[in-house]
């Protein structure tokens, strides 16, 4: 069977370890992970200075399908993500498509609603920022799911943001929960 | 006052997420971390896949004297740590001067204990790894101390194990807990 395939999109300033923590916990669960970069350049640092090779860049694969859109965080990073067109195409793409387009902290509010993405579903997202959104509905808690959109807080639920996601994508629930216990995560959600 | 400072070695096949939790948790707290290769290159590959290029090679700084050498897991990159003289080396000096040395995951069993670096010392690692350890006495918890040595259990400990860090490196309780609530991680250890 094939694997399932995730875009992780990354713009310079990224919140390195939510990114990474997701690229991990799917990839341990047999999710395939392709970095994307959402910039001029392959390689792009992240918000606390950490340099990265992507595996491409988000224009050489605007005809793809996945089956998750990743979002991360960090102040410049979702800003760089709102400002990109190419970007905003692609998410709304894998919407129409019912595809997961699943933000954490900051990307639901700063990438997502001011361009009418949350469509009014439930979300979360970090800090005081849902202040501002008038495009969806908050929810405070660590992970929210409405319909496609599955949204997570900030850097501290990533974990539980990653395994809900692979959830979602895998089914495979006995498998999710010992690898949560081999690495020592005490899930805080219900899968 | 000058920057507390962090030596994060990385070999090919580093645990990814432990590594950039700690660069990311004690970023934000005002401790400069350098990425130290420990390779013949300053780029490589993590155990997922991801490609990151470091700010040096450890060849260029054996000099330099940091204030905590951490050591993340990766069951590749915790072998290329221990089969790399240069980092044994690295290590030992920083013990010898009393500095923190601070092992997670697989580190402490494959990198410290068969180099008698663990020196008797009470210590934490991921798995069975310990079995086949004579160099100090396992303790199962998410993070240990004894001295200088600060070891993390695994992934799921590497925000506490960070935080835990920062604790010893700036004393600055209050900050921490601002910041670990900011983050939206419940530590789950005592700092």
Redo the contacts between chains.
């Keep these: 069977m094939k694997k399932k395939q995730v875009a992780l999109l990354l713009a310079p300033g990224f ?3 939510e990114a ?2 997701i ?3 799917l ?2 669960l047999d999710i395939e ?1 392709t ?1 994307l970069a959402c910039y001029s350049s392959q ?1 792009l640092d992240s ?7 992507t595996d491409a860049l988000l224009t050489g694969v605007t005809a793809v399908l996945y089956d998750a859109v990743v979002i991360p965080g960090g102040p410049q990073g979702s800003q760089n993500l709102a400002d990109n067109q190419t970007v905003l195409d692609f998410i709304r793409r894998h919407d129409d498509a019912g595809k997961w387009i699943c933000p954490i902290c900051s990307a639901a509010a700063r990438v997502l609603a001011p361009h009418q993405l949350l469509r009014g579903r439930r979300y979360v997202c ?2 005081t920022l849902s202040e501002a959104v008038t495009d969806g509905a908050y929810v405070d808690a ?1 992970v929210v799911e409405d319909g496609n959109l599955l949204s997570g ?5 990533a ?1 539980d943001f990653a395994f809900c996601l692979a959830m979602r994508l895998t089914g495979d629930e006995a498998r999710i929960r010992r690898q ?1 216990e ?5 899930l805080t959600i219900a899968l």
């Design positions: 919140e390195e370890a990474i923590i690229l991990d916990v990839t341990r992970v970095t390689t918000y606390h200075g950490l340099s990265v090779n970090s800090g660590p807080q900030g850097l501290g639920a974990f949560a081999h690495i020592y995560h005490r």
